[in-house]
């Protein structure tokens, strides 16, 4: 028997769903990606917390683990999680219970433990769930005594048997109160813990005046309070940009007292480890990079978390000197990324600054009130209903009791002579003997009587806008007084930490640091290199080089307006290529760096964006001791371009050219000197067009401007020519002459 084999193909293809491979791994990414964001990694803002997390305490609420129950396995817990909302590992689940019971990860704690639930040196070092007990908190109240009111919106398990709530109804902005941290896929969040009485203070402010703005928001809200306590460095932490924007980093460092010879921490940075610092303290003693140090001794215990005591040799050094070198060169001191990333009302995920996140939290509450108050209202209205029906019976008794004896379809008369609705009466007929007593009647009337005032009130509140706000602010005033706490974190304006130099014998050799285009560095012997013959990858080329010494740090700037910071201590004399800079720095993907200095007490520079935006910084606020950088410039829409050294002391010009051709020339004292931010308009480029910056540099009095051309002619632009230029700062700039930017060909610029 012949088959035909083509036909028998093209048949089977009809019944298959064929998709082009990239349309079918962009669509299953895509689902498994906004999986992860929205049932894992980030919180929700109306309760501020993660699926799992929910999960965990509305099965302990459903176990009526309440803060007066008894305490029961915890292993009871996980089983009804994972069997009943949350199918997945025991282990991540437990993990995430436990995190809930660490009075050193929130400031409320949401279940009470017994037994081992870690420590703050190390919060994994927790006992397994077969060991520990557990029950809810009387915070968790907040969050679980409305939940069966008409409050949340329910949705089907992972199987379908059971219901279960896809938000709790939060009487607090949890969000802020107790913060989030998680990572989905492309995104995250990094969100800090604040003080329960700030943030009700904000909101009831709020109340009273919904067009406030975070920076009046701010002067309540002061920043972040975490229950590990330390100190919060004030001019090295966006504070501002957070609470603006969003995002920005925190620089937070131990608390300690002087006592004689000896120095004694009584805090550490939030999530930071006391052994991993006392180590790190103890290497530097061995090292001898501390000289000034006798020893390190670990005092903690159940009364004091943390209490490390330092013990200082001679007295030529003061305890804040000291201290400034640990949070220098230790975990003593930390800086924390701030990400206020999280799924709003909307069910999106979102960045959102202070005065967002808790108008959103506002209306989520107004409306869950509304709700609580609507259910309640229903309730009490349908208590009304049979009540009234009872007045009837005690008014006709004789006559009720005849028609139901008599009729053989006493419903039907009842229901035709009283007027009675199926509701009433099925609550008369199921009406006890008991219940006709003259004491009952009376009860029965003083009970309507009560629901009458409150079916009036309810209807009043429902019904006006100020009394539900008055409603909230009420009810926030009143959780205040029950959970309100002193501010555990300080926030002070210090001064930067710095190391204590140790007078070793150093090696100053000169080395001359260069960095490739594709972000490859490399250290060559001495300062005359020639750069022209120094070897690079293939389709990689020159970019940047200075002239540097083995004994100073350098310093890096990012097309983001990040810092950075490279001891050359640690370098060492390349071979080939170099190293990448993803070896020294976690600079962004695609993100390149566009300036290099060697780091030293006199460096000033001029940071730019590529919009004309900047100011000069001083040596200072460059320096910065973490992997991530900090940040300096901020781009929001642009990039930083490169940044140039500029000596104060000198009577200097910065010079600017555009794609279009303008240029502008202004002295330097023109430009305002600031730790940190987005600066000043250093060129006035019009709105809406795409003109950038193609050349920037620092011009002394008698110096020229030389034109180079790829056909290797050259012109030159004497001082004198260059005076025409000179104008105040954030001007348009004047048009260059044609001869001097030729048509069609490429144009490079050098200040001689």
């Known amino acids: 028997m012949d088959i035909d084999l083509e036909k028998l193909i093209k048949e089977s293809d009809k019944s298959i769903e064929r998709l082009p491979i990239k349309d079918f791994s962009e669509e299953a990414y895509l689902n498994y990606s906004m999986y992860v964001i929205l049932d894992r990694a980030l919180p929700h803002?109306?309760?501020?917390?993660?699926?799992v997390q929910r999960r965990i305490l509305y099965a302990m609420n459903e176990l009526s683990l309440s803060h007066t129950s008894k305490f029961k396995k915890s292993a009871r817990t996980i089983g009804d999680v994972l069997g009943k909302f949350h199918p997945h590992g025991d282990?991540?689940?437990?993990?995430?219970?436990?995190?809930?019971?660490?009075?050193?990860?929130?400031?409320?704690?949401?279940i009470e433990g017994q037994g081992n639930w870690g420590t703050q040196d190390d919060p994994k070092s927790f006992a397994a769930m077969r060991y520990t007990e557990s029950r809810l908190t009387k915070f968790s109240d907040l969050f679980l005594d409305e939940i069966n009111m008409g409050t949340v919106k329910w949705a089907p398990n992972f199987d379908g048997t059971l219901d279960e709530p896809k938000t709790l109804p939060?009487?607090?902005?949890?969000?802020?109160?107790?913060?989030?941290?998680?990572?989905?896929?492309?995104?995250?969040?990094?969100?800090?813990?604040h003080n329960l009485a700030e943030i009700i203070a904000a909101v009831?402010?709020?109340?009273?005046?919904?067009?406030?703005?975070?920076?009046?928001?701010?002067?309540?809200?002061i920043g972040p309070d975490f229950p590990t306590k330390g100190e919060i460095v004030l001019n090295e932490s966006d504070l501002d940009d957070i609470y603006l924007y969003g995002t920005g980093n925190i620089k937070i460092r131990a608390t300690y007292e002087a006592n004689g010879k000896e120095i004694i921490i009584k805090s550490i940075p939030y999530q930071a480890n006391t052994t991993k610092i006392i180590e790190q303290i103890q290497e530097q003693i061995l090292l001898k990079k501390s000289l000034f140090l006798e020893s390190v001794?670990?005092?903690?215990?159940?009364?004091?978390?943390?209490?490390?005591?330092?013990?200082?040799?001679?007295?030529?050094?003061?305890a804040d000197d000291v201290m400034s070198h640990f949070f220098f060169t230790t975990d003593l001191e930390k800086s924390l990324r701030v990400n206020l990333n999280m799924i709003g009302l909307d069910g999106k995920p979102q960045v959102k600054n202070l005065q967002k996140i808790l108008l959103e939290w506002i209306k989520y509450r107004l409306i869950t009130i509304t709700n609580k108050l609507s259910w309640e209202l229903d309730k009490i209205q349908k208590r009304i209903h049979i009540l009234d029906a009872y007045i009837i019976v005690y008014n006709n008794l004789d006559k009720i009791i005849q028609i139901i004896r008599n009729e053989d379809d006493p419903k039907k008369v009842l229901i035709k002579t009283f007027k009675f609705t199926d509701a009433q009466y099925e609550a008369i007929i199921n009406m006890k003997i008991r219940s006709l007593a003259k004491l009952q009647e009376k009860n029965i009337v003083e009970e309507l009587k009560s629901l009458n005032q409150n079916e009036k009130k309810l209807m009043a509140i429902l019904k006006s806008k100020a009394k539900l706000n008055k409603y909230l602010k009420d009810e926030l005033l009143e959780i205040l007084d029950t959970f309100s706490r002193e501010r555990q974190t300080k926030i002070s304006n210090i001064a930067p930490s710095k190391a204590i130099e140790i007078k070793a014998i150093v090696n100053t050799d000169p080395v001359t640091s260069i960095l490739s285009k594709n972000g490859w560095l490399k250290f060559s012997k001495g300062h005359d290199i020639d750069i022209n013959h120094a070897g690079f990858k293939t389709g990689d080329e020159y970019l940047l080089h200075e002239n540097a010494y083995s004994d100073k740090p350098l310093v890096?700037?990012?097309q983001l307006g990040f810092v950075y910071n490279l001891d050359s201590t640690n370098i060492s004399i390349s071979r080939g290529q170099g190293e990448p800079l993803s070896k020294y720095f976690q600079i962004q993907d695609g993100i390149s760096v566009v300036g290099m200095h060697l780091l030293n007490n006199k460096l000033s520079i001029l940071t730019m964006t590529n919009y004309g935006y900047g100011f000069i910084c001083l040596y200072e606020d460059l320096i910065v001791k973490n992997k991530k950088g900090k940040t300096l410039l901020r781009t929001k829409d642009s990039l930083a371009i490169k940044s140039i050294s500029v000596d104060l002391d000198m009577d200097l010009y910065y010079l600017i050219i555009t794609d279009a051709g303008y240029m502008l020339i202004s002295k330097i004292k023109n430009v305002p000197i600031l730790s940190k931010g987005r600066g000043v308009k250093l060129i006035n480029l019009p709105k809406l067009s795409k003109e950038s910056i193609v050349f920037t540099g620092v011009l002394r009095k008698g110096q020229s401007l030389s034109f180079?051309?790829?056909?290797?002619?050259?012109?030159?632009?004497?001082?004198?020519?260059?005076?025409?230029?000179i104008m105040e700062r954030n001007r348009r700039g004047k048009k260059i002459d044609k001869k001097f930017l030729l048509e069609k060909v490429e144009t490079t610029y050098n200040i001689e």
């Open 45 to 51: 803002i109306s309760d501020g917390l993660k699926p």
């Open 91 to 110: 282990t991540a689940c437990y993990e995430a219970m436990v995190m809930l019971a660490q009075d050193f990860s929130y400031n409320h704690a949401f």
């Open 170 to 193: 939060s009487k607090v902005p949890n969000i802020l109160i107790n913060g989030s941290s998680g990572i989905a896929v492309g995104m995250s969040t990094d969100i800090p813990s």
């Open 204 to 221: 009831v402010k709020l109340l009273d005046n919904p067009k406030l703005l975070t920076e009046d928001l701010r002067k309540i809200i």
């Open 297 to 318: 001794m670990d005092a903690s215990d159940q009364e004091n978390p943390v209490r490390i005591i330092l013990k200082v040799k001679g007295r030529t050094h003061h």
């Open 556 to 558: 890096f700037l990012d």
């Open 708 to 725: 180079s051309y790829d056909s290797n002619r050259k012109r030159v632009m004497d001082f004198d020519i260059l005076k025409g230029f």
